[in-house]
T-cell receptor, first 113, second 110 residues
Framework: EAGVAQSPRYKIIEKRQSVAFWCNPI?????LYWYQQILGQGPKLLIQ????????DSQLPKDRFSAERLKGVDSTLKIQPAKLEDSAVYLC???????????FGQGTRLTVV | KNEVEQSPQNLTAQEGEFITINCSYS?????LHWLQQHPGGGIVSLFM???GKKKHGRLIATINIQEKHSSLHITASHPRDSAVYIC????????????FGEGTQLTVNP
């Protein structure tokens, strides 16, 4: 079974530039999560989708971050404009839903300079 | 205070030593996860448990629901076990959404 796919693996941008990350969850997984992990800290939830609907985006900085999952399958997370403090690993995870186990992608390491 | 607390933050061991990492949480949970994260950033699930004890190879995870505490043990540690170990909980009403601890950086020296 293919795992959660994320791209790119690494990205370096200058502050005030825009960046987008892509996630393709495990086939059939209805629930998709984006987490932000700052160096030395545990991941923190940015947004949770159930199919193509948003379940929880309370911790998403909506002035600069946006995410979509238009067809309820793959998802994109965008940052516009980026700030230095956005440097982090962005992790995508998916699950069948409910209380099922979540599976993680390899993450995208973003460096904002 | 974080909902999920891990100790120690950093742990250095010699190859072959028995290792214990602890996790305490303050909310009602439906499940607790132990995860392993290597320097590349990817996270691998080691255990998901809601009661008792699970064993996989040299890894053992235990949980005490009444005390809101879990431990991850590594027997006969090896340098390839060096990684960050993260405890995460799924709240009773949060489905599979996880709240993470800060992680424990384990270094096993040969």
């Amino acid at each position: 079974e293919a795992g959660v796919a994320q791209s790119p693996r690494y990205k370096i941008i200058e502050k005030r530039q825009s960046v987008a990350f892509w996630c393709n969850p495990i086939s059939g997984h209805a629930t998709l999560y984006w987490y932000q992990q700052i160096l030395g800290q545990g991941p923190k939830l940015l947004i949770q989708f159930q199919n193509n609907g948003v379940v929880d985006d309370s911790q998403l900085p909506k002035d600069r971050f946006s995410a979509e999952r238009l067809k309820g399958v793959d998802s994109t997370l965008k940052i516009q404009p980026a700030k230095l403090e956005d440097s982090a690993v962005y992790l995508c995870a998916s699950s069948l839903g409910g209380r099922m186990e979540a599976f993680f992608g390899q993450g995208t390491r973003l460096t904002v300079v | 205070k974080n909902e999920v607390e891990q100790s120690p933050q950093n742990l250095t061991a010699q190859e072959g030593e028995f290792i214990t990492i602890n996790c305490s949480y303050s909310v009602g949970i439906s499940a607790l996860h132990w995860l392993q994260q290597h320097p590349g950033g990817g996270i691998v699930s080691l255990f998901m448990l809601s009661s008792g004890k699970k064993k996989h190879g040299r890894l053992i995870a235990t949980i005490n629901i009444q005390e809101k505490h879990s431990s991850l043990h590594i027997t006969a540690s090896h340098p390839r076990d060096s990684a960050v170990y993260i405890c995460a909980v799924a709240g009773e009403t949060s489905g599979s959404r996880l709240t993470f601890g800060e992680g424990t950086q384990l270094t096993v020296n040969p």
